[in-house]
């Protein structure tokens, strides 16, 4: 509990403990991970961030990690995070509802490929979101 209140709080408070809670990405208790990604969503980016929470999405054994480290690449928007979005529009159903609406911020024929076949997917609240995000 103390290391995930530490990283919801630390970006906020000390920009210089960016380090800190991109090693909470590895924490073994997922909740901590989960912790990092939101306060890496919310507390800007750069490559180094990116490029991590890009692994998480992709490489971590937990679809909860997955899908925070979604949300946090969609809202830091930066294009380095389209692939592991991407990626994620095929995982479980939470992650792949997470992953398009994390493609809010981007454009291009992969991000409307992704979004035409999610207008398909076996899960409603995925071809909700999908809806949802081509009509706006």
Do not use: Y
């Not at 990116?50 to 490489?59: H, M």
């Not at 946090?72 to 479980?92: M, Q, S, Y």
């Amino acid at each position: 509990a103390v290391r995930r209140r530490a990283c919801d709080v630390s970006l906020a408070v000390a920009p210089r403990l960016l380090a800190a809670v991109l090693r909470a990405l590895d924490d073994a208790d997922i909740l901590v991970t989960e912790a990092a990604c939101v306060a890496l969503g919310e507390g800007g980016g750069g490559k180094r961030v990116t490029a991590a929470l890009s692994r998480t999405a992709t490489e971590h054994p937990d679809p909860l990690c997955h899908e925070a480290a979604v949300a946090a690449l969609g809202a830091l928007g930066d294009g380095g995070g389209l692939p592991a979005i991407l990626r994620a529009t095929t995982d479980k159903p939470a992650v792949r509802r997470r992953a398009v609406l994390a493609l809010a911020p981007f454009q291009g024929p992969e991000v409307d490929a992704a979004l035409e076949r999610a207008r398909s997917d076996r899960d409603w609240q995925v071809r909700q979101a999908a809806e949802d995000l081509s009509a706006g």
